[in-house]
């Protein structure tokens, strides 16, 4: 599933699709603003990818302490300011799809 079909399926099923792997299963929880549910779907997930969405999670909280820490552990930079969380999102999901 491209990162693209994923954010769609997100925005209009009630449920993830079943096809999803692990990485994605989370980030359509966190598209579909299921931040709690995100957030305990990737700290199962293995490194580096699971601490790269757990760093984009504490960054989209505010916790931007915490996020550094993530992003740290997943061997990335915390963009900048002006990256958005919906540009990250999408860098994230492209990546990892």
């Known amino acids: 599933m491209t990162a693209d079909e994923l954010a769609q ?6 449920a ?3 096809v999803l792997s692990p990485t994605q299963h989370a980030l359509w929880l ?19 990818e699971g601490a790269w969405i757990h760093a984009y999670l504490h960054r989209e909280e505010g916790d ?4 550094s820490y993530w992003y740290h ?10 990256v958005t969380l919906e540009e990250e999102w999408i860098r994230i ?5």
Do not use: T
């Open 9 to 14: 399926s997100a925005r209009r099923d009630a």
């Open 16 to 18: 993830p699709p079943a």
């Open 30 to 48: 966190a598209r579909a603003g299921r931040w709690h549910d995100a957030h305990d779907c990737c700290q199962d997930l293995p490194d580096p």
């Open 64 to 67: 931007l302490g915490n996020a």
């Open 73 to 82: 552990r997943a061997g990335r930079k915390m963009p900048a300011s002006s």
């Open 93 to 97: 999901a492209s990546a990892l799809s």
